[in-house]
């Protein structure tokens, strides 16, 4: 039931050269377990975000596999491969960018139900049940995303992801823009969502201290390579 990464590369064509590339990391492999967080450190630049979004499925790796259940997605079906992206999300660091400015928070999140199937007398209690999740009142599904603070807005982002009940989360530097005090309290929200739900996290942070209380084993990327520094 692992989220794992073998021996994965990922190259882009640098500038007009024929031939001429820049790889960002290569021969990478790593596994996430259901339940537990995965911490990837490294320089800005490293690679972090890039090898983020290829276990997600939102970039193609140049070389290498990313497996899911024991499936190598590259070749899955499309029912297979739908199922792996919706099991498989990302939360970034900008929340705002989930969520449409023209559109309220709650048209967005009944859009995410209508997609999965979820039938429409039914979308109120569900998602009354994730604003409890994650601490929030149903008085915010009727604003839009200018109208809400950082702390609120990142909430709603996890809120959104957790409607798609996915067993990973890519969280790539959830918590940088937020102050401290916010930060701390979004920390421990997805450390209790976690042992609730069985979630597995890949962390991605250039904070340490973050990415130690947070994961239970770390890695770091450096020179394109992943160097495990074992148990946080």
Do not use: W
């Not at 139900?113 to 009727?142: F, H, M, N, W, Y």
């Amino acid at each position: 039931m692992s989220l794992s990464a073998d021996r994965l590369a990922r190259a882009y064509r640098n500038g007009f050269l024929p031939g001429s590339r820049r790889t960002v990391f290569r021969d990478l492999s790593l596994t996430i377990r259901p339940g537990e967080t995965f911490g990837l450190m490294g320089n800005s630049g490293a690679g972090k975000s890039t090898l983020g979004r290829v276990i997600a499925g939102l970039e193609p790796p140049t070389a290498g596999r990313v497996c899911f259940h024991g499936r190598d997605t590259a070749l899955m079906n499309r029912s297979e491969y739908r199922a792996f992206r919706r099991s498989v999300q990302v939360m970034f660091q900008d929340p705002s960018a989930a969520f449409n400015p023209k559109k309220t928070i709650g048209t967005s999140y009944m859009e995410v139900l209508d997609l999965i199937g979820t039938p429409r007398p039914a979308q109120k209690a569900v998602i009354a049940g994730i604003l409890e999740s994650v601490g929030l009142s149903g008085e915010l599904l009727g604003r839009y995303p200018h109208q809400i603070s950082g702390g609120q807005s990142q909430r709603l982002a996890l809120g959104r992801i957790l409607l798609l009940d996915p067993e990973y989360i890519v969280l790539d530097e959830p918590t940088s823009a937020l102050d401290v005090s916010v930060q701390a309290q979004i920390l421990h929200l997805l450390k209790e969502l976690q042992s609730e739900r069985g979630i597995g996290y890949l962390f991605i942070s250039h904070d340490e201290a973050v990415v130690r209380f947070m994961a239970s084993r770390v890695g770091r990327i450096e020179d394109g390579r992943l160097v495990i520094e074992g148990e946080a």
